[in-house]
């Protein structure tokens, strides 16, 4: 956006005087330009919600001439402003919303249900459903497919959404004179200003319900309960989001309705320490199964597994399992399931097991702790006596 004042003509390229096909015509050509889905330039979702704007305005007859009478010129055709109201102009796009809108929440939030001319004043995507699901992790081996208990407002089917009984039809408001806002020009030192700002009379509707529908009361929507089956994806992690598209509060004015956000809670698995795709296992090893070597048995998350100890294994060495981890959420196959070894101390022995340790601890060389002239000092000597030379 250029500095100075906002001008619409100049954000779609075309002159005051243009027709509202050719007005069509400029937008539909940068809207292809900038929609934030194609354009690769770091200003494009901007300049699309600035050109989504300028079009909603100028298409709209009603509201183009309100803006011809107190917009801003171009100073690119020598205007200033004079046959135009007098007024000041506007600094920011905002304050254009401002002036049309009533400051009411922004259509184009999203860019996604922007749909020109004809527009209904209380058109208003319909709020989100934020819900929590609890998982375990064999679950987010498989996937699942949960029941979700909601309550949400959907449009009334009585009236459709309308808020007006059957067969009757809306009143235009007299205050605003179905403008939906409400104008206020003021003289100041730097000239006439202009406001504006919803209709307190129809909330900015443009109309009013003469004859509401009982079934909701004129809100338009009723309030239900409901279950709901979402299919949870192989793969999800402990505090995902889920959004599952459409599924949140109904709309008004035929806009769309809002979304279901499932916070994924996946409860812990005690046998398992999860990171990302891979699973870590710690498994308790005697000293002489690390030694001597041995086979065992781990758990995976879809049974057991076996798995072989070589000889001379030391204490915290991982085994990598390639494939029994978790499924990657986006594709590209499953992580691992890493066994870390770790070297298992009793806390209590048998005398017969004491005795043991003992004469091995002497047969390593440590003397330090050798009973003299018993049976473990003269197996396990500091130093064994080298064998005699045969003659």
Avoid: W
């Avoid at 937008?27 to 934030?36: G, I, S, T, V």
């Avoid at 208003?124 to 934020?130: K, V």
């Avoid at 009379?201 to 009361?217: E, F, L, R, T």
């Avoid at 870590?280 to 199964?289: F, Q």
């Amino acid at each position: 956006m250029k500095a100075g004042s906002v001008d619409l003509y100049e954000i779609l390229g075309v002159e005051r005087a243009a027709s509202a096909e050719e007005i069509k015509r400029a937008y539909r050509k940068l809207a292809r330009q900038y929609h934030p889905d194609v354009s690769s330039e770091a200003d494009a979702a901007e300049r699309f919600k600035e050109i989504s704007l300028a079009y909603e305005v100028l298409s709209d007859p009603q509201r183009r001439q309100q803006y011809d009478s107190y917009g801003t010129t171009s100073q690119n055709m020598g205007g200033n402003g004079a046959g135009y109201g007098g007024a000041a102009g506007f600094s920011s796009i905002n304050d254009i919303f401002e002036m049309f809108f009533g400051g009411a929440a922004s259509p184009f939030s999203g860019f996604g249900g922007f749909s020109g001319a004809g527009r209904p004043r209380n058109y208003q995507p319909g709020q989100d459903i934020q819900q929590g699901v609890r998982l375990n992790l064999a679950d987010s081996l498989t996937g699942k497919a949960v029941e979700v208990d909601l309550e949400r407002r959907e449009a009334c089917e009585t009236c459709h959404g309308s808020g007006e009984a059957p067969g009757s039809q809306p009143i235009r408001c007299s205050t605003c004179g179905g403008q939906g806002m409400v104008q206020q020009v003021r003289e100041t030192l730097l000239g006439r200003m202009a406001t504006a700002s919803a209709c307190p009379s129809c909330g900015g509707q443009g109309y009013k319900v003469d004859d509401p529908c009982v079934a909701c009361s004129g809100r338009g929507n009723q309030t239900r309960r409901l279950k709901l089956t979402v299919n949870v994806p192989a793969g999800i992690d402990d505090g995902q989001i889920l959004r599952v598209t459409g599924e949140g509060h109904c709309g008004k004015g035929g806009a769309p309705s809002g979304d279901l956000l499932l916070g994924v809670r996946v409860e812990p698995d005690p046998r398992f320490q999860r990171e990302g795709a891979d699973l870590l296992h710690v498994l308790p090893v005697s000293y002489p199964d690390l030694a001597l070597g041995s086979t065992r048995e781990v758990p995976t998350l879809e049974g057991s597994q076996e798995l072989r100890i070589p000889a001379g294994t030391g204490s915290h060495h991982i085994f990598t399992l390639r494939g029994h981890g978790l499924p990657r959420l986006r594709g590209g196959g499953r992580g691992s399931l890493h066994v870390r070894v770790e070297l298992e101390v009793p806390r209590k022995l048998e005398r017969e097991e004491r005795e043991l340790l003992e004469q091995l601890r002497e047969l390593k060389g440590d003397s330090s702790h050798a009973s003299k002239g018993g049976l473990a000092s003269k197996i396990f000597g500091a130093k064994r006596r080298p064998a005699k030379k045969k003659d």
